[in-house]
């Protein structure tokens, strides 16, 4: 059974720094992309950054300068660095990847459960 497990997440003051991981555990054949999305209370989930499985990553325009993200394909493990934090990043980060498991030959979509950041003074 696939899983992906967060850790990272926190209370942070503005314009400090946070570094999300995501590890990825279970019979898996391959991971293609990574990312992560995030969802504040009465909005929508958003892909704040994605990673390609060749390590090209893409940024959602308010992130761009402050967050990288970063992979270990050895580890399974996808990062986010969080910089020059804002009160309006303040949401749950969930991870995500695209991944073929054992027994299958299509990629599937997997998240994670998901972890609070908070930006507040």
């Known amino acids: 059974q696939v899983q992906l497990v967060e850790s990272g997440g926190g209370l942070v003051q503005p314009g400090g720094s946070l570094r999300l991981s995501c590890a990825a555990s279970?019979?898996?054949?391959?991971?293609?992309?990574m990312g992560w999305y995030r969802q504040a209370p009465g909005n929508q989930r958003e892909l704040v950054a994605g990673?390609?499985?060749?390590?090209?990553?893409n940024y959602e325009d308010s992130v761009k300068g402050r967050f990288t993200i970063s992979r270990d394909n050895a580890a399974k493990t996808v990062y986010l660095q969080m910089n020059s934090l804002k009160s309006e990043d303040t949401a749950v980060y969930y991870c995500?990847?695209?991944?073929?498991?054992?027994?299958?030959?299509?990629?599937?979509?997997?998240w994670g459960q998901g972890t609070q950041v908070t930006v507040s003074p």
């Open positions: 995500n990847a695209q991944l073929v498991e054992y027994g299958s030959f299509v990629s599937r979509n997997y």
């Open positions: 279970g019979s898996i054949v391959r991971i293609n992309a």
């Open positions: 990673i390609s499985s060749g390590g090209m990553p």
